[in-house]
């Protein structure tokens, strides 16, 4: 297991690392946006990867180790990010793979899904919403009342690096959605690991500033997906209420929908264990014979 820069073309070099045996079925782990590939934790990684996958993460652009750019000045799209999970599997000559995608992450293993069908064998969507819109247009809950009082008030110097910790911490205090105890001392020590390691902590801000991008404006129905889909959502979800999951399962044919009882936005090191009990089946072909529609 060791780190690994990858060029996903026109120069764009992004940081990968793979956990377990390159023979085994391959898994995507795709991060929300704004977060590099060490919020998919080790010891999650390390779970997959022993029941018999092949695990990959990887930074984002303006996250982690991968080509990061001045803050405040966005040089792509969501589409350039949909390319770049491909653009993973090429660099790492996979030609499929399970693609499993949290949060905003969840969005672009959608797209993944729906733009280059032929690279998904199944998805596995958590903590997220559906990318176009759902039956009958029905009308999903807007995120919570103190989640959106974080967001519009909440500021902090990204220049300090200290504050910057304090201040993605209480983030993480938020989404973590207060039904349950919420462990801080192994939340700053993973947002410090984030911030030591990132080349600008401060460009990961550049998302905030994302556009969908062409591709987005002519996406199919998920109706057209034709993968296996597994959809695992927090019922204390501040960003994304559970209505969304429930919207997201009903929309994607075959979709299964697993409940996190009280958690809230991510994934929970107190749900490692169900989230891995349900992906290690889901995703049990290695993608020598399968195909996805």
């Known amino acids: 297991m060791a780190e690994r820069m990858v060029d ?30 060490l919020w998919w934790e080790e010891g999650f990684c390390r779970m997959l990867a022993e029941g018999g996958r092949h695990v990959i993460r990887y930074d984002h652009r303006d996250t982690g180790r991968s080509i990061t750019h001045e803050p405040g000045h ?27 995608g949290v949060s905003a992450g969840g969005g672009l293993a959608q797209r993944v899904a729906l733009e280059h069908a032929d690279r998904v064998l199944s998805l596995v969507l958590i903590s997220t919403t559906s990318v176009a819109p759902v039956p009958g247009d029905r009308e999903l809950p807007p995120p919570t009342e103190e989640f959106m009082h974080f967001v519009s008030t909440a500021e902090a110097d990204w220049s300090e690096t200290e504050a910057v910790i304090d201040h993605l911490v209480a983030y993480a205090r938020v989404l973590a959605g207060g039904s349950r105890p919420f462990d ?7 947002v410090r690991r984030d911030v030591e390691r990132a080349h600008d902590i401060a460009a990961a801000q550049n998302h905030d500033l994302l556009t969908d991008g062409e591709s987005a404006l002519a996406l199919a129905p998920l109706s057209s997906i034709a993968v296996p889909t597994l959809v695992i959502h927090g019922t204390a979800d501040p960003m994304f209420p559970f209505a969304h999951a429930e919207a997201l399962a009903e929309a994607i044919p075959s979709a299964r929908l697993l409940a996190l009882d009280g958690a809230g936005h991510g994934v929970d090191r107190a749900d490692w264990e169900t989230i891995v009990g349900a992906i290690l089946p889901h995703t049990a072909t290695d993608g020598m014979s399968a195909t996805s529609g």
């Open 74 to 100: 966005l040089e792509y799209t969501g589409t350039d990010l949909v390319r770049d999970a491909v653009g993973v599997l090429d660099a790492l000559r996979v030609p499929a793979a399970h693609v499993v």
């Open 8 to 37: 996903t073309g026109g120069g764009v070099e992004l940081c990968t690392e793979a956990f377990g045996d390159p023979s085994d079925p391959p898994v995507l782990l795709v991060m929300g946006t704004g977060a590099s590939m």
């Open 184 to 190: 801080e001392p192994a939340a700053r020590g993973l």
